[in-house]
């Protein structure tokens, strides 16, 4: 067995180097932090904190989460833009922040200039939700339904990216759809069992899931390319002939500008890595909220950004969509 | 966040390129509210409906001596009032959705009545009543719905402790009496100056509706029934107090030591302003050759005052969106519905407004029926 001297040692570690992306030779030295927006034991915060251990353990530096709530995530957006552009401060934010936000209005960041894209995590889903009571039984019946009343049908709403949606939708099929505002799905699921509302966009968490199964909620369409694994009775709303091909919400991770190739080539791997163990993705999976979508490149995730960014502008364009106080 | 998709086509958006917002709709408060929900020691003094009023068969809704219609569930014959949206937030989410209005500032209608009373204690359990029913409304959709509490001014410091739990409650603005009764002093009185140090600091809008003015037996009164003379007579002259206060405001003082202090004149139309406030200022400038040209002293003009102090809100008129520009007040006048009163014209209200504002300059337009109000209550847009 050869054994190798000082000087041996030293050339093969600085021939490792080389091999390394530029910037991600000594990374990381100490804890990263992700900071996001969302509340303690919610979705985010759940799924980043079943990522975060692995990816601590394979880059041997814990990898903290850091809720910093407010502003529906530009409080933490602002924070990872003002830190040091050194991979240690990351933000794991929305699309609705970081896309819908900037093109609906001034906010104190720019999506693309401030930040480099990481990776993409997933996307939550966009479900088309009728009572269990309503005459709709397919996406046909329900356009049917909203263009044989004058008045239109409502729906109940807490996001800006459920307005988008259903601005898609009515935008395709001539409708009329007006919203009404709560402050979150429980709410709404709640109204839209008792048919107090027409329709909602939601997700098939739990608590849709129990009036699912109890006749009181039904599943029109799921705005995503191609038939759900762990839902495939669910028809999309492309093979119903409405173009929504997938939700407008995704999750991903992000450093500030500035940040070295290689450091954020090491984050994409190790956060890819962390997302496509097999816990994470049966959480996903049965949680119903989510679909995981991951990137083969930073690249890529940052093309999504920028198309995105001017998907929505267009769609705002389209539909004379506009915010509401 | 908190957003939602606008109500307004895409034409609309086009023609409008902004929301509108109500500067001055009701709420339709249950006829059970006060009997559900009062304290107990008032109870027996709590508006509730009766099936008959001094041998009138029908059904009434009764506070003190006064009763007011409410067989077949409508007032004024107007069939809005039964709309859900009164009492129901995600009902009145959707009346606004389909009458094309973003966002609505909220007063009372039954509890209008409540200002006559003489009666300190029952009126303040009655107003704390209404505000935290309308607060519970509002929280729905706190960004849409802006609603004014009701205060009761026989005792200042009680009311000004309301106004600042209203304040907590997430209540935008509060009512007080148009013009306080004769039993009581006038706002030009210091003992106010508690209210109005605490509405500045709290930057609630202070405002003053027709039918406040501390008269017990208005003109919707079941005892004024046929005599419609006196009724229409009663609701022309409603502007009367409205002028009487902010001009009292303006020349004692009031508004130069609160200067960020704002009142509101609503559903009072606007023709009168800009002749108000010349004749405000004509007698203001002929003080001297009454004799008190040194005694009597205001920082600025009283016109001024009321362009700075002053908003106020109209549902229809016609000669005051001809007259407006001699007052030179367009940042202070705002637009309203009135929904659901005999007023409002739901659900055509961008129909009215496109008509009604036919000959108004576009820039006028956008301040009467989004600018103004979302500056003065804080809806972000």
Known sequence: ??????????????????????????????????????????GPDTFLRMANARMGETLGQPVNVEARPGGGGTVSAVAVKQAAPDGYTLLFNHSGNMVMDPVLGAMPFDPVKDFRAIALGYYTLAILFVPGS???????????????????????????????????????????LLSVPYKGQPQILTDLASARLD?????????????????????????????????????????????????????GLFAPAGTPDGVVRTLHREFNAAFSRPEVRDMLAKDGSAALTLTDTPEEFGRIVRNDLAAIDKLIKDTGFKLKP | MDTTAAALTPKDLKAFGYTIIDAD????????????????????????VVDEFKGRPGRYWVF????????????????????????????????????????????????????GTEDAGLQEACFRVYNDWLAEFCSHAPDRLAGLALISLYDIGRGVAELERCARLGLKGAMIWAAPPETRPPYVAKDYDALWAAAQSLGLPLSLHTNTAGVKHTSYSVDREGDWGMQYTYMVMQQSPLQESILRLAYSGVFDRFSKLDVICAEGDIAWMPQLMARADKYYAS??????????????????????????????????????????????????????????FFPDSLKVIREDFAEVPEVDRKKFVHDNVARLFGFEV
């Open chain 1, 199 to 251: 329709f909602a966009i939601s997700t098939l968490q739990p608590t849709s899931r129990a009036l699912i199964d109890a006749g009181k909620l039904r599943v029109l369409a799921v705005a995503w390319p191609k038939r759900l694994e762990s839902f495939p009775n669910y028809p999309t709303m492309i093979e119903q002939g409405v173009p929504v091909p997938r939700s407008l919400t995704w999750f």
């Open chain 1, 134 to 176: 309503s005459p709709a039984k397919t996406v046909a019946e329900f356009v049917a339904l909203a263009r044989s009343n004058p008045q239109g049908l409502f729906f109940g709403t807490a996001s800006t990216s459920s307005d988008l949606i259903v601005a898609m939708i009515a935008h395709a099929t001539g409708t009329k």
């Open chain 2, 25 to 48: 709709a009701h709420m339709s408060e249950p006829l059970d509210l006060w009997t559900a929900r009062i304290d107990r020691r008032f109870l027996d003094r709590a508006p509730r």
């Open chain 2, 64 to 115: 003190e001596d006064v009763a007011m219609r409410v067989s077949h569930g409508k007032q004024g014959g107007h069939t809005t009032m039964e709309r859900p949206g009164g009492w129901d937030p995600v009902e009145r989410l959707k009346d606004m959705e389909i009458d094309g209005i973003s966002a609505a500032v909220l007063y009372s209608t039954r509890a209008f009545n409540l200002f």
């Open chain 2, 287 to 344: 003080r001297g050759k009454r004799g008190h040209g040194d005694r009597f002293n205001l920082e600025l003009l009283p016109s001024e005052y009321l362009r700075r102090n002053v908003w106020i809100s109209f549902i229809k008129d016609e000669l005051g969106l001809k007259l407006y520009p001699h007052g030179n007040f367009a940042d202070h006048i705002m637009w309203s519905t009135d929904y659901p009163h005999a007023a409002c």
């Open chain 1, 1 to 42: 067995m050869a054994i190798m001297n000082g000087m041996q040692a030293g050339l093969l570690l600085a021939g490792l180097a080389l091999t390394l992306p530029a910037g991600a030779q000594n990374f990381p030295v100490k804890p990263i932090s992700i900071l996001h927006a969302s509340t303690s034991g919610s």
